[in-house]
C-alpha cells in the first residue's frame, strides 16, 4: 500500500475496557506521529517516534495512555481503562525523514481510527 | 505556546464564487505553514505547504495560499470553487525544526451549493 493506514477504522468499546490502535505507516518512513481530534476541534499532537524511539509523549494526556513502535515501523496506541472522554477520532501521520533530516518533512496522514467509549 | 486560529467555522458558497479562509498563528520563531483538507469520507490531504522562499505558494486543485509574516497569517484563497471543494480545511504550523508536530487550528468547513 501507498498510505497510510490504520485499524481498526471504527472501535466502539465500554467504558473502562483496553484498546489498541494500529497504525502501519509509509514504508520508509522514519518519523511517526499520532493525533488525537475531538468533534468539531482540529487534532491534537499526543506523541512522537523517530524510528523506535519515542522521543516526544508531551502531548498524551495522562498515563492511561501509552504507545510503541518497537521496531520502527509498525506502531500502537493503547488506551487502557477507557472512559467516555477518550471518545474521539485517532490520526497517524508519518514522514520520510527523521531528527536528523530536513525542517522541511512534510507529514502523511492515515485514515484514522474512530473511538467511542460507551 | 503555538497556537493556530481559523477565523470561520462554517462558509457556505455557491460554484464560481471566490473562497479566502483566514488562517493566523502565533509563535515567534520561524515556522512551517500548511493546509490539510478533508473531503466527506477521506483523510486527511495536504493541499499545500510554505516552508521558505516566495510567499505565495500554490497547491492542487488551483488552491493558493499567501504567507505574510508581519500579519502571522496563511489564508488560504481559491479564485473560483466548484462542488467538488466541499470539505473541511485545516490550517496548520510547526516550528522549523525537524521532528516537530503540527499545531491545527478547529478547521472550517466549506460547503458549495451547485
Known amino acids: 500500500g501507498a498510505g497510510v493506514s490504520q485499524s481498526p477504522r471504527y472501535k466502539v468499546t465500554k467504558r473502562g475496557q483496553d484498546v489498541a490502535l494500529r497504525c502501519d505507516p509509509i514504508s520508509g518512513h522514519v518519523s511517526l506521529y499520532w493525533y488525537r481530534q475531538a468533534l468539531g476541534q482540529g487534532p491534537e499532537f499526543l506523541t512522537y517516534f523517530n524510528y523506535e524511539a519515542q522521543q516526544d509523549k508531551s502531548g498524551l494526556p495522562n498515563d492511561r495512555f501509552s504507545a510503541e513502535r518497537p521496531e520502527g515501523s509498525i506502531s500502537t496506541l493503547t488506551i487502557q481503562r477507557t472512559e467516555q472522554r477518550d471518545s474521539a477520532m485517532y490520526r497517524c501521520?508519518?514522514?520520510?525523514?527523521?531528527?536528523?533530516?530536513?525542517?522541511?518533512?512534510?507529514?502523511?496522514f492515515g485514515p484514522g481510527t474512530r473511538l467511542t467509549v460507551l | 505556546a503555538q497556537s493556530v486560529s481559523q477565523h470561520n467555522h462554517h462558509v457556505i458558497l455557491s460554484e464560481a464564487a471566490s473562497l479566502e479562509l483566514g488562517c493566523n498563528y502565533s509563535y515567534g520563531g520561524t515556522v512551517n505553514l500548511f493546509w490539510y483538507v478533508q473531503y466527506p469520507g477521506q483523510h486527511l490531504q495536504l493541499l499545500l505547504k510554505y516552508f521558505s522562499g516566495d510567499p505565495l505558494v500554490k497547491g492542487i486543485k488551483g488552491f493558493e495560499a499567501e504567507f505574510i509574516k508581519s500579519k502571522f497569517s496563511f489564508n488560504l484563497r481559491k479564485p473560483s470553487v466548484q462542488w467538488s471543494d466541499t470539505a473541511e480545511y485545516f490550517c496548520a504550523v510547526s516550528r522549523n525544526q525537524a521532528g516537530t508536530a503540527l499545531i491545527f487550528g478547529k478547521g472550517t468547513t466549506l460547503s458549495v451549493s451547485s
Open positions: 501521520a508519518s514522514s520520510l525523514l527523521g531528527l536528523a533530516g530536513l525542517s522541511t518533512d512534510t507529514q502523511y
